[in-house]
C-alpha cells in the first residue's frame, strides 16, 4: 500500500506529464500524452502508457539520475505485432537519455511498441541500461547515437525489434567507447527486405566491445558494419540466425550468425565467438569457449 504522499505525487506526476517542463518526478504510473521530462532520480510504481507523438515518453533533464522501471511496463502506441503503424517515426523513443550525462535505466521491466527506439542514448557522456527487456519496437531495442559515449549496457533482453526500412534490430551501436555485455538478444529483424538487421549491429564508432552476449533467432546475429572501428567482439555466443523457420521459408534473406563488413584496415578483432555461419569472420572449430561471468549484483 503506497502511503497517502505517494498517491498524491504519482497524480501530480501524471498532471505534469500532460502539461509541458520538467517535473520533479519520483514515482510514475498512468498515461502519459506529453514528454515527462526527469529531475531527480525516479521510479515506476505502475505500468505507463505513452501517446506521446513523434518525440520521447521519458527523457533525462539532468546528469547523474536514473529511471528505475520496477518491474512495470512503458508502452508506446506501435502495432503490438510488428512494432510500427506504417513508417517508424525517428524521434518516438520510450526513453532518451537526452544529452544528459551519467544517467541510466535500472529493470527489471519492460520497454515496447515505441515507433523509434525502446531506449535511445543520445549525446550523452556516459550512462547505462542495466536488466531491462525490450520488445516490438519499430527501430531498435537500444540504440546508442554517434553522439554518446561510455555508455555501458548489460544484462538487458532485448527481442522482436527492428524494421525493414533501417539497419536496426536488438542493440544498436554507432557511439566510441562503449561497452555491451551479458545481453540476450533474438527476433529481431525483418529477415526479407532492403534493410540489414541483427541481433547486435555495429553501425559506426570507435573502440566498442561486445562481450558474452547471446544472439540467437535474428535475421542475422552480430554485424560490424563497414563504419565500425577498433572495435572487439569476443566470447559471444551467436548461433542459428536466422531461425530455422526464416531460412527455409525465404531462402533470399541469407542471414548469418557473424557479419564482417568492415575493412581489415579498420582493425575490428573477432575473439573466441561460438557460431555456425560466418563471413569474413572466423567461427571457432571445438568446445564452446569460456565465457566470462556475470558479476553478482
Not at 518526478?25 to 506529453?34: C, F, K, L, M, T
Not at 528505475?68 to 517515426?89: E, H, M, R, S, Y
Not at 519499430?138 to 539497419?167: D, K, L, M, W, Y
Not at 562481450?211 to 563497414?226: C, L, M
Request: charged residues 10%; contains cysteine; aromatic residues 4%.
Amino acid at each position: 500500500m503506497l502511503k497517502p504522499h505517494k498517491l498524491l505525487l504519482s497524480a501530480f506526476v501524471g498532471a505534469l506529464a500532460i502539461g509541458s517542463g520538467i517535473a520533479r518526478a519520483e514515482d510514475i504510473q498512468g498515461v502519459i500524452v506529453r514528454t515527462l521530462v526527469l529531475s531527480e532520480t525516479s521510479r515506476l510504481v505502475g505500468d505507463v502508457t505513452c501517446r506521446v507523438s513523434a518525440a520521447a515518453c521519458i527523457s533525462f533533464g539532468a546528469p547523474e539520475i536514473a529511471l528505475n522501471l520496477n518491474g512495470f511496463t512503458i508502452t508506446g502506441q506501435g502495432d503490438p505485432a510488428t512494432g510500427c503503424k506504417g513508417a517508424a517515426v525517428a524521434n518516438e523513443a520510450g526513453i532518451s537519455s537526452n544529452g544528459q550525462a551519467n544517467v541510466g535505466v535500472r529493470g527489471p521491466g519492460l520497454v515496447q511498441r515505441f515507433q523509434g527506439d525502446g531506449i535511445l542514448f543520445i549525446g550523452s557522456a556516459r550512462g547505462w541500461a542495466q536488466g531491462v527487456t525490450i520488445t516490438t519496437n519499430c527501430f531498435s531495442g537500444i540504440r546508442v547515437n554517434p553522439t554518446s559515449s561510455g555508455i555501458s549496457v548489460e544484462g538487458n533482453v532485448s527481442v522482436r525489434n527492428g524494421q525493414t526500412a533501417n539497419p536496426c534490430g536488438g542493440i544498436c551501436i554507432q557511439g566510441s567507447n562503449n561497452q555491451f555485455r551479458y545481453n540476450e538478444t533474438s527476433g529481431n529483424g525483418y529477415a526479407a527486405g532492403p534493410a540489414v538487421n541483427f541481433g547486435i549491429g555495429l553501425l559506426s564508432g570507435n573502440n566498442n566491445l561486445v562481450e558474452a552476449n547471446t544472439a540467437v533467432g535474428n535475421s542475422n546475429g552480430i554485424v560490424v558494419f563497414p563504419g565500425a572501428t577498433n572495435s572487439v567482439v569476443r566470447q559471444n555466443v551467436v548461433v542459428g540466425n536466422p531461425p530455422i523457420q526464416v531460412a527455409n521459408s525465404v531462402p533470399a534473406s541469407a542471414g548469418v550468425d557473424i557479419w564482417d563488413q568492415s575493412a581489415p584496415s579498420n582493425n575490428n578483432v573477432f575473439l573466441g565467438n561460438m557460431c555456425i555461419t560466418a563471413i569474413n569472420a572466423s567461427c571457432p572449430n571445438g568446445p564452446t569457449p569460456a565465457i566470462p561471468r556475470k558479476p553478482a549484483n
